[in-house]
């Protein structure tokens, strides 16, 4: 199995404990979360290195006091343990998830964390040049969208088909967000997306960031009936960065190819994503250090 999935501890002394669960990628692994926890995702770059590191343990934490428990997490122990793992699976880079849930905690299990990794290596270059094509899922706008939870990944697991991404509509036919991503579209020379109703991810911050100056922003979703209007659109997370979209439903965005401002925004996103890296593994952890 590409997917290594263990328990391990929150605080106090490492433990990696064997699970019965496998999986080959961690989306097959997300089917057989339990609903009613929380997890944190990102992916490692240059030498096990995560963009805003720090930031994806606060969110970690922000989740679970956002569907009604406390988690306190000893994050040096977390990145140790996930770099032994790293270490015993020989991934130069990897996505991660951990996910926790308040019975464990409740209960007082020793290795209350599920930690979940696969190999990558990022999205592929061909990706960025070409774009990809998404479908729609209506009336799929997330309940507590600011919260990162595992029902949620077993509910997006059992969406039918097999798109690069779902994009979310709510009931007014609004496009909030992708399944596991954030979505902006370039309408009229202006950049829309939505700012509210919607997980803000650790990547959409760094995009709002080096947008200013490029073009205009609207904090306001696009709608469905945009689609003909929109000339560029692209979508992000923490381990894809930006993606360029160039179908939505089979009707083409554009000209077709990924535009010139998704283009000088995935230069800017790359430059600011390295300087906002932090290390992972510390000296002697994983199979990289600093």
Not at 31 to 38: C, D, F, L, Q
Not at 133 to 143: D, E, I
Request: with cysteine; aromatic share 6%.
């Amino acid at each position: 199995m590409s997917c290594v999935i263990r328990r391990i501890a929150a605080l106090g002394e490492p433990v990696i404990e064997p699970v019965a669960v496998t999986a080959d990628s961690l989306r097959e692994a997300a089917s057989v979360e339990r609903p009613g926890g929380v997890y944190a995702a990102f992916g490692t770059w240059h030498d096990h290195r995560v963009i805003r590191l720090t930031d994806h343990f606060e969110r970690f934490r922000d989740s679970a006091k956002r569907v009604g428990f406390e988690l306190n997490v000893d994050r040096d122990l977390v990145c140790a343990e996930l770099c032994s793992m790293l270490r015993a699976a020989g991934y130069p880079g990897a996505r991660i998830r951990i996910s926790v849930h308040p019975d464990d905690l409740a209960a007082g299990v020793r290795a209350p964390l599920v930690a979940a990794i696969e190999p990558y290596a990022g999205p592929p270059p061909q990706m960025r040049k070409d774009g990809v094509s998404c479908l729609t899922a209506p009336h799929r706008a997330r309940p507590n969208p600011r919260a990162k939870q595992t029902s949620w990944l077993a509910g997006r697991a059992s969406l039918p088909g097999d798109p690069y991404e779902w994009l979310l509509l709510d009931d007014e036919e609004r496009i909030l967000e992708g399944a596991s991503s954030n979505f902006y579209a370039v309408i009229d020379g202006v950049l829309a997306t939505a700012g509210s109703d919607v997980l803000f991810g650790i990547s959409r911050s760094i995009v709002l960031e080096v947008a200013s100056g490029l073009l205009p922003l609207r904090l306001d979703p696009p709608r469905y009936d945009d689609i003909a209007r929109m000339s560029e659109c692209f979508i992000t997370s923490a381990s894809r960065g930006i993606v360029p979209v160039v179908e939505i439903d089979e009707r083409t965005i554009g000209s077709g190819r990924p535009g010139e401002v998704t283009r000088q925004l995935i230069s800017r996103y790359e430059n600011r994503a390295t300087e906002l890296e932090e290390p992972l593994c510390s000296d002697g952890d994983g199979s990289a250090g600093d």
